[in-house]
């Protein structure tokens, strides 16, 4: 199975601040990376697909990048409503992995 | 507007079963890949199984592989998780998911909770 190391855990960050979100995979996973906004009792929502394809309806601030096992995914100009917890995801290889999730705080 | 609504989730004692279903709406349902996404309270996602358009084909996590049966009905437009041998782990809120490029979109869950 392929191992997604996410980091940080958690986020303190100012309104209008950028912050940067990695993960890591045990191999390389060929782009095909996702990322995912959630928040407290809700389903998670695709932000993200094949490292850096926004979504229809994803702000511009958010943004990903990366190849081979090394991809970062960041949102610049934080605004309250980012304010979640954010998940990456590798496709390339069932079993499907996620990352431990970064939790995003207001400081 | 694509939607999957859960079902069938509550309260099971270890060792029993516990059917889930999925009804989808909004998109043609045979054309797509769908899966099972749980997640325990305060913890993380975790792909639970996964089955291929016509059903022909699936795929499940190691922990619940001979315990947990996906399916289908296209004819219905929903999707199914038969759970047997339920453990305490297995609690969870279990999300039913479209498959294409990953996942893209998600019902809004459906709550299993396995204690005696």
């Known amino acids: 199975d392929i191992q997604m190391t996410q980091s940080p855990p958690s986020l303190s960050a100012s309104l209008g601040d950028k912050v940067t979100i990695t993960c890591q995979a045990s191999?390389?996973?060929?782009?095909?990376i996702a990322w995912y906004q959630q928040k407290p009792g809700k389903a998670p929502r695709l932000l993200i697909r094949?490292?850096?394809t926004l979504e229809s309806g994803t702000p511009s601030r958010f943004s990903g990048s990366g190849s081979g096992r090394d991809y970062s995914f960041s949102i610049s100009n934080v605004e309250s409503e980012d304010i979640a917890s954010y998940y990456c995801?590798?496709?390339?290889?069932?079993?499907?992995?996620f990352g431990a999730g970064t939790k995003l705080e207001l400081k | 507007e694509v939607q999957l609504v859960e079902s069938g989730g509550g309260l099971v004692q270890p060792g029993r079963s516990l059917k889930l279903s999925c009804a989808a709406s909004?998109?043609?349902?045979?054309?797509?890949?769908m899966a099972w996404v749980c997640q325990a309270p305060t913890k993380g996602l975790e792909w639970v199984a996964s089955?291929?358009?016509?059903?022909?084909?699936?795929y499940y996590r190691d922990s619940v592989k001979g315990r947990f049966t996906i399916s289908r009905d296209n004819a219905k437009n929903t999707l199914y998780l038969q759970m047997d041998s339920l453990r305490s782990e297995d609690t969870a809120t279990y999300y039913c998911?479209?498959?294409?490029?990953?996942?893209?979109?998600w019902g809004q869950g459906v709550m299993v909770t396995v204690s005696s």
């Open positions: 909004g998109f043609t349902f045979s054309n797509y890949g």
């Open positions: 089955i291929s358009t016509g059903g022909g084909n699936t």
């Open positions: 191999q390389n996973i060929n782009k095909y």
């Open positions: 094949y490292t850096s």
């Open positions: 998911a479209r498959h294409t490029m990953g996942i893209d979109y």
């Open positions: 995801l590798q496709y390339d290889n069932l079993p499907y992995t």
